[in-house]
């Protein structure tokens, strides 16, 4: 963001340009990876609500009566070669498809069905589609924890970006909030791209500062290590349960986050005992255990993790995250014993605390899972955000003098006014967001140790 109009002050053109400059260098690293999850974040909004992350959207004509889920299963199986299956995901609704997850060996195959015939009407590698190589890139650009901490220091920055773009933006001179609020059209050149910058700016940042604040809550350090871990239930709340050397993050398919936030970092519980209360009667199938489900009355569908193993529990879970259904207070996760038949943990919205609450609907906002009007606004908030840091880039070409061999950076103010209150906002945010600061104190390492000591580096820069 820019302001259409300078401050006349010669301590406010000091501020301003101070703030510039900030902006500026902080952009520079914060505009690649700002494009990066716009493009990807929109393959994965738009491969989710028109096709779905599998089979899931494909449609059937209703029969009368669907089949034994271990009917199905068998088929499933059937269809892969030395298969086991390992997860079943129930219909969407009465006219979707039934869908399992099918291992054999190091390959997981899913295996869409017609519940009401067994046909196994298509079959694909399993979290393996368009989505889920956007949302690995998304995620962590395919290199692991390094790239999670690279797109964790854009995210961070990007919050102080938001703010040195809003002291820009803001009113001053005598403008008024029409030139904060509207394009002014009536320029040309630089000045129209500067004022179509800011403007767009302004009117997505609250959600830009949503949306950074809940990827942040995903990342290794400040969510992992700071946020989540705060807010993770408790498996101390289940009574007498013995618990799994595994926790719920166990059932995640890589980068994709199936599991409810708060409970990633939760022991699992485990079978084996006498604990819990009585939910099945009789023999312990995936047929008993599904028709269990069925009788919770979710509104949408439910996933059902099979056993693995001796301890191996059932896990019945339903959440928006998962696209299960369109309300995140219904959230809901059940783990059953694959002996005995008892709950050992029946984890719902109600027990999460107020940050995993507000997550719960923030990832559901966020991933554009909450209809319609959500794909729309989350569709026009991507493409804000292209066009935010590609017309950034327009006005730096258009600023940058020709052929000068030079970055263009704002220039640097004489005197500094107001740097202690600078200095505090930037504080706040290293504290707050540690790979901030870590980017922050490597920028005036550099700056200091190469920069200043390297004339020909320096005038590059500047």
Known sequence: MTTTDKPTTQRGKALYFTTWRWHFYA?????????????????????????????????????????AVSALEAAAEAAVPGGAATQYVAPLGPDRVAAFKVVAGDAATGVTLDPYTGEVLHSFPWRAGWYDLANDIHGSLLIGDLG?????????????????????????????????????????????????????????????????????????????????AWNTFPAAKWDNVPLSDATHASMNHGAAKEVPWTLEQTPMPASGSLAGTTAIDGPVTIDSVSAFADRLGFNGRYNLNLPAGETGVWTISHDSMSNDGPDPAADRTIHIDQYTGNVLADVQYADYSAYAKAMAWGIALHEGDLGAWNFALNSAFILAMIFVSLSGLVMWWKRRPSGAGRLAAPPVPEALPHWKGGLLVALSIALAFPMAGISLILVLVVDILLVSRIPALKRALS
């Open 27 to 67: 952009g520079l690293y914060v505009i690649p990876f700002l494009l990066m999850l716009a493009v990807t974040g929109l393959i994965m909004l738009w491969v989710a609500f028109f096709q779905g992350i599998g089979d899931e959207k494909m449609t059937i004509r209703p029969g009368a009566t669907p089949m």
């Open 148 to 228: 999670d901490r690279l797109i964790e220091a854009a995210a961070s920055l990007g919050l102080l970006l938001i703010a040195t773009g809003l002291y820009l933006h803001w009113p001053r001179n005598g403008s008024g909030l029409r030139r904060m609020l509207v394009p002014s059209f009536a320029k040309s050149g630089r000045a129209l791209w500067k004022s179509l910058h800011g403007v767009t700016a302004f009117w997505f940042s609250l959600i830009l500062v949503f949306f950074l604040i809940s990827g942040l809550s995903w990342a290794g350090i400040w969510g992992g290590k700071m946020i989540q």
